[in-house]
């Protein structure tokens, strides 16, 4: 879910595999005003796996990935972006020097090997290009994150390597390739946020872990200062959303 203003007002907007919102056909997405559930448009064809808000020149929209495609909807009609990704699992909005660019995750299966194969890729306004050498495996959160040497665009996921670089899941892109972030989590990572939570911005993640480097953590734990820190005793299973309140 995400809140957004088409111009039709602030709303919440919800995705996913459903097909009426109420009594009304709403194809994948919806949108609730405070009172009453309403249809987007005509909706999508497919599932609605994530959303992002993005202003690529032309206004400020809403963003939303899914099952083999990514959509703009411009608070008329909706409008593909583009083709070649798959299962899109998370978007993030990342100024790389040249400007903020929308940023898409998704995965395909490898059916020689058998594999999942996770991906990176940077919308243009008219192509997908992927970012640095795949994964080998799903890539489920994009977050960008300031450690203290400016904004940086972090991948997560089931992933151990992206190419040859060592990178167990989670990674961080230098400006040319996927590099690890030191000892990390044990096991999955599925969700990232940046976030202030008092102590100053740290990036959190969620997941199916049972610890973040040597620190003991249950599927949830703080990056900051390059040191990992539990939240408590954990959630005790793998946490698979993590959002901030205004």
Do not use: C
């Not at 919806?30 to 959303?51: D, E, I, K, P, Y």
């Not at 959509?71 to 978007?91: D, K, M």
């Amino acid at each position: 879910q995400i809140v957004h203003d088409d111009g039709t007002g602030e709303a919440l907007y919800a995705g996913g595999w459903f097909s009426r919102a109420g009594i009304l056909t709403a194809n994948h997405v919806a949108r609730w005003n405070g009172a009453m559930w309403s249809q987007v448009g005509s909706g999508l064809g497919s599932a609605v796996r994530t959303f992002a808000v993005h202003d690529d020149g032309s206004g400020v929209q809403l963003y939303a990935g899914g099952n083999n495609e990514v959509a703009r909807w411009n608070g008329v009609q909706w409008s593909q972006l583009g083709t070649g990704l798959e299962t899109v699992l998370s978007l993030a909005v990342f100024d790389a020097g040249s400007g903020p660019k929308l940023y898409a995750a998704d995965f395909f299966y490898d059916f020689q090997t058998g594999d999942s194969v996770g991906r990176v890729s940077r919308w243009d306004g008219t192509t997908w290009a992927e970012v640095g050498d795949p994964f080998n495996s799903i890539v489920r959160a994009l977050a960008v994150h300031d450690a203290g040497s400016g904004p940086e665009l972090f991948a997560a996921g089931e992933f151990q390597q992206s190419g040859a670089n060592a990178a167990p899941f989670l990674a961080r892109w230098n400006g040319s390739a996927w590099t690890s972030v030191g000892p990390g989590p044990n096991a999955s990572v599925a969700s990232l946020l940046s976030f202030d939570d008092g102590s100053g911005m740290a990036l959190f993640a969620g997941g199916s872990f049972t610890q973040a480097a040597s620190v003991p953590a249950v599927g949830i734990a703080k990056w900051q200062a390059g040191a990992w820190t539990a939240l408590g005793g954990g959630l005790g299973a793998e946490v698979s959303v993590l959002a901030a309140a205004d």
